[in-house]
């Protein structure tokens, strides 16, 4: 495809490109956030979760998907919780390829609005963003490209957000943290060991692995998904509970029980990037049964 603008869905005010690979792997990207918001793979159902009552258009980050985190995760810096760039609206750029199944997205200081440039007075850089997106067979995979375009370095947090489809969070399990250093939000920000060999979600979860393993499992009944990643050297693990969907607008009651983020992040040890330098982080998520 050579007019990648042709390949933008315009219906509403809230901008999507479809990604259909030749394998027939699918996935629909929004242009605010750059956020994936289906992934369906072949031989499998929809394996993201997004609201029913969730918001779309300019300025707001859809509840579920993949949200991007970025330049700050959570509320650990001077930024609005999780930065801006979930705020904000991306470029499809001209080397994505729909049809194949790959797309790709950037975000520089110029693309954001006045008011965005407010948002980030506290995060004065130049950079630019990209978000590269594919689908192939079982696989979807998301890499946060980050460049440093300015004359200064800079330091950021990011985190790539994924929600999860679950059949019912009660018996899904995360496999792969034990024996990892962890930040519960729950329980002070104090620091644990996991004992556990998987991770249940019994109601409100909300931890950073720090140092976690390349590759976890996310087990839900006969479902299985392999989550890898390269790049960010965190994970973490939510749940919202019934209280955390209770206060959330763009949340319908009982929503906790139909997804859990299990997020690639580099969170505890900001990156630092000079001048003219990169960094990349990829979450790749692969299907099975
Ligand atoms: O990644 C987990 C987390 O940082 C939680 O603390 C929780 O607040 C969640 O992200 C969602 O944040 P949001 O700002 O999208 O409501």
Known sequence: MTDVAAAVT?????????????????ARVYLDGAQVASWIPV??????????????????????????????????????????????????????????GRVVFELTPSDMSHELRERMAAWPHDFAA??????????????????????????????????FRVSDSAVALVVGLDGCT???????????????????FPGNVDRVYYDAPDVLELHDGGRFLRIAKSGFADAVV???????????????????????????????DPVCLEPRSFWRGTQRMTYGD
């Open 10 to 26: 315009q219906k509403t005010d809230a901008p999507f490109v479809e990604l259909l690979a030749p394998d027939g792997a699918f």
């Open 43 to 100: 031989g499998g159902e929809e394996q993201l979760f997004v609201s029913e009552r969730a918001l779309y258009g300019p300025g707001v980050s859809i509840r579920g998907g993949v949200p991007v985190c970025f330049p700050q995760f959570g509320p650990f810096g001077a930024l609005p919780q999780h930065g801006f760039a979930r705020n904000c609206r991306w470029r499809l750029l001209k080397s994505s390829v729909p049809d194949q």
């Open 130 to 163: 990209r978000l590269l997106v594919s689908v192939q067979a079982a696989e979807l995979s998301i890499t946060l490209e980050v460049e440093n375009t300015g004359t200064d370095a800079f330091s950021f947090t990011a985190a790539l957000h994924p929600y």
């Open 182 to 200: 962890y930040r519960d939000a729950l329980r002070g920000g104090h620091e644990f060991v996991e004992q556990a060999s998987e991770v249940r």
């Open 238 to 268: 939510w749940n919202p509970g019934a209280e955390g969907t209770a206060s959330k607008t763009d949340f319908a009651p009982g929503d906790e029980r139909h997804m859990v983020c299990v997020e690639a992040g580099a969170v505890r």
